[in-house]
């Protein structure tokens, strides 16, 4: 008789995400990013008012994920090409998207990742991972 040794696979914690640009980061990756705010009181009614300061930013790092932003992945085309010093290089073409890498830590961020689905591919080598 023999066994089978069942090797049951953990939960994915890296997505590979693909948006058509970078300006569409701010969209996609919404929950993401912040916003700074300031709160003022009306000294006379007591009133508080808040308002946003500064530009909303990316937050690549809490203790729920990372991101990595790959940017533009460029590939070889097969063409070699020269430089003004007679060195050879291989030609460089860019592939379509914008690519983000987010790293799971935990699950309290698996629901706002799982839900980007639209934008996530699947590369069987990618350009570039987490150490």
């Keep these: 008789m023999s066994e089978e040794l069942l090797v049951e696979e953990g939960p994915q914690i890296d997505f590979y995400i693909q948006m058509p640009s970078e300006a569409d980061m701010p969209t996609v990756l919404a929950d993401f990013y912040k916003q700074d705010t300031e709160t003022t009181v009306d000294p ?43 060195n050879e290089y291989p030609e460089m073409a860019a592939q379509p998207g914008w690519h983000v890498n987010i790293r799971l830590i935990g699950d309290k961020a698996r629901p706002v990742v799982e839900a980007l689905a639209d934008y996530t591919v699947n590369p069987v080598t990618p350009e570039r991972v987490w150490l």
């Design 44 to 86: 006379d009614t007591g009133e508080e008012t808040t308002t946003n300061v500064g530009d909303p930013y990316l937050v690549q790092h809490t203790h729920h994920y990372a991101i990595d932003v790959v940017g533009t992945i460029y590939k070889a085309t097969g063409n070699m090409l020269t430089d003004p010093d007679g």
